[in-house]
């Protein structure tokens, strides 16, 4: 799963010329689905979004409030142009997982926002549709997610490693 995450001041999604979603302040997810995806990746990307420290606390420090903390609204797009893989100059999309499946998963990942989150203030595109994304990017600031690779191994470097009944602690 990947996701383009911009802090933005405002955005909107229109479908035929009619608006159907639009927040202030807050985030919007760019989301693409690839076909390995698992409820596991799921959560790994809600919880990310989430609690990404994007926005400035009271006193003005960057970096160290999430669109949690600060009670902002999010705004999800689907986008399954983000799993391209370049033939030359040509996208291919064979990564992405097919829209049957993607569609039902997408509505996964909203719902898990919603309960993990605030369900009011999460707020969405129209999945298959063919949307205009107005987004006024605050700083500028994008931040690109990618969820571990299904069945590899993390690159936490506080990971433990068990060998028989013994541990060593990689990088210590």
Same mark, same amino acid.
Not at 54 to 74: I, L, N, R
């Given at each position: 799963?990947?996701? @383009?995450?911009?802090?933005?001041?405002?955005?909107? @999604?229109?479908?035929?010329?009619?608006?159907?979603?639009?927040?202030?302040?807050?985030?919007?997810?760019?989301?693409?689905?690839?076909?390995?995806?698992?409820?596991?990746?799921?959560?790994?990307?809600?919880?990310?979004?989430?609690?990404?420290?994007?926005?400035?606390?009271?006193?003005?420090?960057?970096?160290?409030?999430? @669109?949690?903390?600060?009670?902002?609204?999010?705004?999800?797009?689907?986008?399954?142009?983000?799993?391209? @893989?370049?033939?030359?100059?040509?996208?291919?999309?064979?990564?992405?997982?097919?829209?049957?499946?993607?569609?039902?998963?997408?509505?996964?990942?909203?719902?898990?926002?919603?309960?993990?989150?605030?369900?009011?203030?999460?707020?969405?595109?129209?999945?298959?549709?063919?949307?205009?994304?107005?987004?006024?990017?605050?700083?500028?600031?994008?931040?690109?997610?990618?969820?571990?690779?299904?069945?590899?191994?993390?690159?936490?470097?506080?990971?433990?490693?068990?060998?028989?009944?013994?541990?060593?602690?990689?990088?210590?």
């Amino acid at each position: 799963m990947k996701a @383009v995450v911009q802090r933005v001041t405002r955005a909107s @999604v229109t479908v035929g010329g009619e608006q159907i979603s639009a927040i202030g302040r807050g985030i919007c997810v760019l989301l693409g689905i690839s076909l390995e995806d698992t409820q596991k990746e799921l959560e790994h990307m809600v919880r990310k979004i989430l609690n990404l420290r994007v926005f400035e606390d009271e006193s003005g420090k960057h970096w160290a409030k999430s @669109v949690m903390d600060k009670q902002y609204e999010v705004l999800c797009i689907s986008q399954f142009t983000l799993q391209c @893989v370049l033939k030359g100059n040509k996208p291919d999309f064979h990564l992405a997982m097919p829209t049957e499946q993607a569609e039902s998963f997408y509505n996964s990942f909203l719902e898990q926002l919603r309960k993990t989150y605030r369900p009011e203030l999460i707020k969405d595109g129209k999945f298959g549709a063919y949307m205009q994304v107005h987004i006024q990017n605050d700083g500028p600031v994008t931040i690109e997610l990618e969820s571990p690779v299904p069945g590899a191994a993390t690159s936490d470097p506080k990971q433990c490693i068990i060998i028989g009944r013994n541990w060593i602690q990689k990088n210590s």
